[in-house]
């Protein structure tokens, strides 16, 4: 059976850092490509970043761009997520998800497994 669970979600001021972890169990993360998302309130669940399954090459919505920065640790079979510099327009629910020997994508329909979903609250 396949779990991803999120941790590291909080309530943060604009400006602080937050490091999300995704740890994965049955599946091995480093034979797929890994994706964070995110879903406000009232609004669609949107792209974030994500790692292609080889770990070279890693993709970033333009709003998050030099900002944040995904990760894995194969040995921990866990991804990550850095954020620095955190808005409130950052603020939603962060959703870890994975795409079985992909190269990373920022549709939410080439994904296979997503977790339950950490929640980040980031006040101005």
């Known amino acids: 059976q396949v779990q991803l669970v999120e941790s590291g979600g909080g309530l943060v001021q604009a400006g602080d850092s937050l490091r999300l972890s995704c740890a994965a169990s049955g599946l091995t993360v480093s034979r797929y490509a890994m994706g964070w998302f995110r879903q406000a309130p009232e609004k669609e669940r949107e792209f974030v970043a994500a790692?292609?399954?080889?770990?070279?090459?890693?993709y970033y919505a333009p709003s998050v761009k030099d900002r944040f920065t995904i990760s894995r640790d194969n040995a921990k079979n866990t991804v990550y997520l850095r954020m620095n510099s955190l808005k409130p327009e950052d603020t939603a629910d962060y959703y870890c998800?994975?795409?079985?020997?992909?190269?990373?994508?920022?549709?939410?329909?080439?994904?296979?497994?997503w977790g339950q979903g950490t929640v980040v609250t980031v006040s101005s």
């Open positions: 998800t994975s795409q079985p020997y992909g190269s990373g994508s920022a549709s939410p329909n080439a994904y296979q497994y």
């Open positions: 790692i292609s399954w080889s770990g070279g090459s890693t």
